[in-house]
């Protein structure tokens, strides 16, 4: 052990005669842990939120989109396959969509109608996640979650309810259901925009639907408008034929949707391509912002408690200053001086950001674990807890962040101790 780590130890060990140099000690490794534990829970709840708004989104839509506006996209097989070819495709199924007018128990309502197809839905949305036997259901747990999402996409397929003698069926969003005053096993009506000739003139093609099911994402804009319904069954609502509006599309890592959409781009230069990032790039970049606004906003809080570490330093420097002063009279240089109370400094910084990340991390599980606050259904994207993610990477950058700063706010107080005159504190010793 050097010199200067041995007499940097017993100034931060041993007793003080000013015990108020002690206190902003304290007050400063508090301080530094405060902010660090503020970074971590901060950055972790708004990755969670981000993720979880990104699931939703996801759930209802594809990764990346493949489509004709005038759905006027046929003998699409090829196409899947060379799409399937690319590496980092997943899954591939075919969509429709469609705005129609619904009638409940209450007022009618307009909504945007999607047709999927049931069995392969799965490989390109999360829609399992957010399929409910109810209006504002509790989540249940994964396994039952995924029986209920098997079950209702299986029930929703027209080959199914035609084997098994059913009414067709129809997924609604919950505030849209909400609105229409329907629940599950109830009944809709679908008003398409294409017309058929009866005795008494064009009247519109209408289709009664059982409601088998509920879409829960928690983003308002979905729910409130979105209805999902087999796509088979939609080509002969709207008589389509064959043609469907595009294909859905999931990659292995969605944040690479638009490198991955661009590529997608020159296997089907005919039809329009997009991705899930462009359609909600506002949304997600306000998000971002907010994320870094508030890294910059806290770390003000580490960067009080570092100048709670100068006060207490160069408090230390006063009441030492006659020590100080032997040291160099008996021959410790400016450097060895400087790295005394740089060491503590050091120490101080040190423990106050690992002590915050200890804790922070500690609270993030104990909200990821226990229902801390309890959130209505329908409010949050992803159920009624808080959403946290711990991202290591944010947690590494906090820790940095801290320590980083602790270092620099230190310089000052060891090189203010190395300039120390050795003559004025002996000259009355």
């Not at 590494?396 to 003559?423: M, Q």
Request: glycine share 8%.
């Amino acid at each position: 052990m050097s010199y200067e780590t041995f007499i940097a130890k017993r100034y931060l060990l041993s007793p003080r005669s000013d015990r108020s140099i002690s206190v902003i000690t304290w007050i400063s490794i508090s301080g530094v842990a405060l902010g660090v534990v503020a970074l971590i829970v901060s950055t972790s709840v708004m990755n969670g939120f981000r993720t979880n708004l990104r699931d939703a989104v996801t759930g209802s839509l594809p990764h990346i989109t493949i489509f004709s506006w005038d759905d006027s996209m046929k003998d699409f097989d090829a196409l899947k396959k060379n799409v399937l070819s690319h590496p980092k495709v997943r899954g591939v199924a075919p969509y429709i969509f469609k705005q129609t007018m619904l009638t409940g128990r209450k007022q009618p309502k307009g909504a945007l109608l999607r047709g999927i197809d049931p069995l392969s839905e799965i490989h390109v949305t999360n829609i399992g996640l957010f399929l409910r036997e109810g209006i504002y259901d509790f989540n249940p747990s994964t396994e039952k979650q995924n029986k209920i999402s098997k079950r209702l996409l299986e029930r929703l397929s027209n080959s199914y309810a035609k084997k098994n003698n059913l009414k067709d069926g129809i997924i609604l969003g919950a505030k849209l259901a909400k609105q229409l005053g329907v629940d599950v096993g109830e009944f809709v009506k679908l008003i398409s925009s294409e017309q058929r000739m009866t005795p008494i003139g064009d009247v519109p093609r209408v289709k009664k639907l059982e409601v088998i099911g509920i879409f829960e994402s928690g983003i308002s804009g979905y729910d409130e408008v979105l209805a999902f319904i087999d796509y088979r069954l939609l080509q002969k609502i709207f008589l389509m034929k064959k043609h469907i509006t595009g294909l859905g599309i999931r990659i292995s890592n969605p944040e690479n949707s638009p490198e991955i959409a661009e590529e997608l781009g020159k296997i089907s230069e005919d039809y329009i391509i997009g991705n899930w990032a462009d359609e909600n790039k506002s949304l997600f970049q306000v998000m971002k912002l907010e994320k870094l606004g508030l890294f910059l906003i806290l770390s003000l809080i580490i960067v009080v408690a570092a100048f709670n570490i100068i006060s207490s330093l160069i408090m230390l420097v006063l009441e030492k200053s006659r020590e100080i002063a032997i040291l160099k009279a008996i021959g410790v240089n400016d450097n060895g001086i400087r790295k005394i109370f740089f060491y503590q400094g050091l120490v101080i910084g040190f423990l106050g950001t690992i002590v915050g990340v200890i804790i922070g991390l500690f609270i993030c599980w104990i909200i990821m674990t226990f229902e801390i606050i309890d959130i209505p259904p329908g409010v949050y994207p992803g159920g009624n807890k808080i959403p946290v993610l711990i991202d290591w990477y944010d947690v590494a950058l906090a820790t940095f962040a801290s320590f980083a700063i602790c270092v620099l706010v230190t310089l000052y107080p060891a090189s203010k101790a190395s300039r120390l005159n050795p003559v004025d504190p002996l000259r009355y010793e």
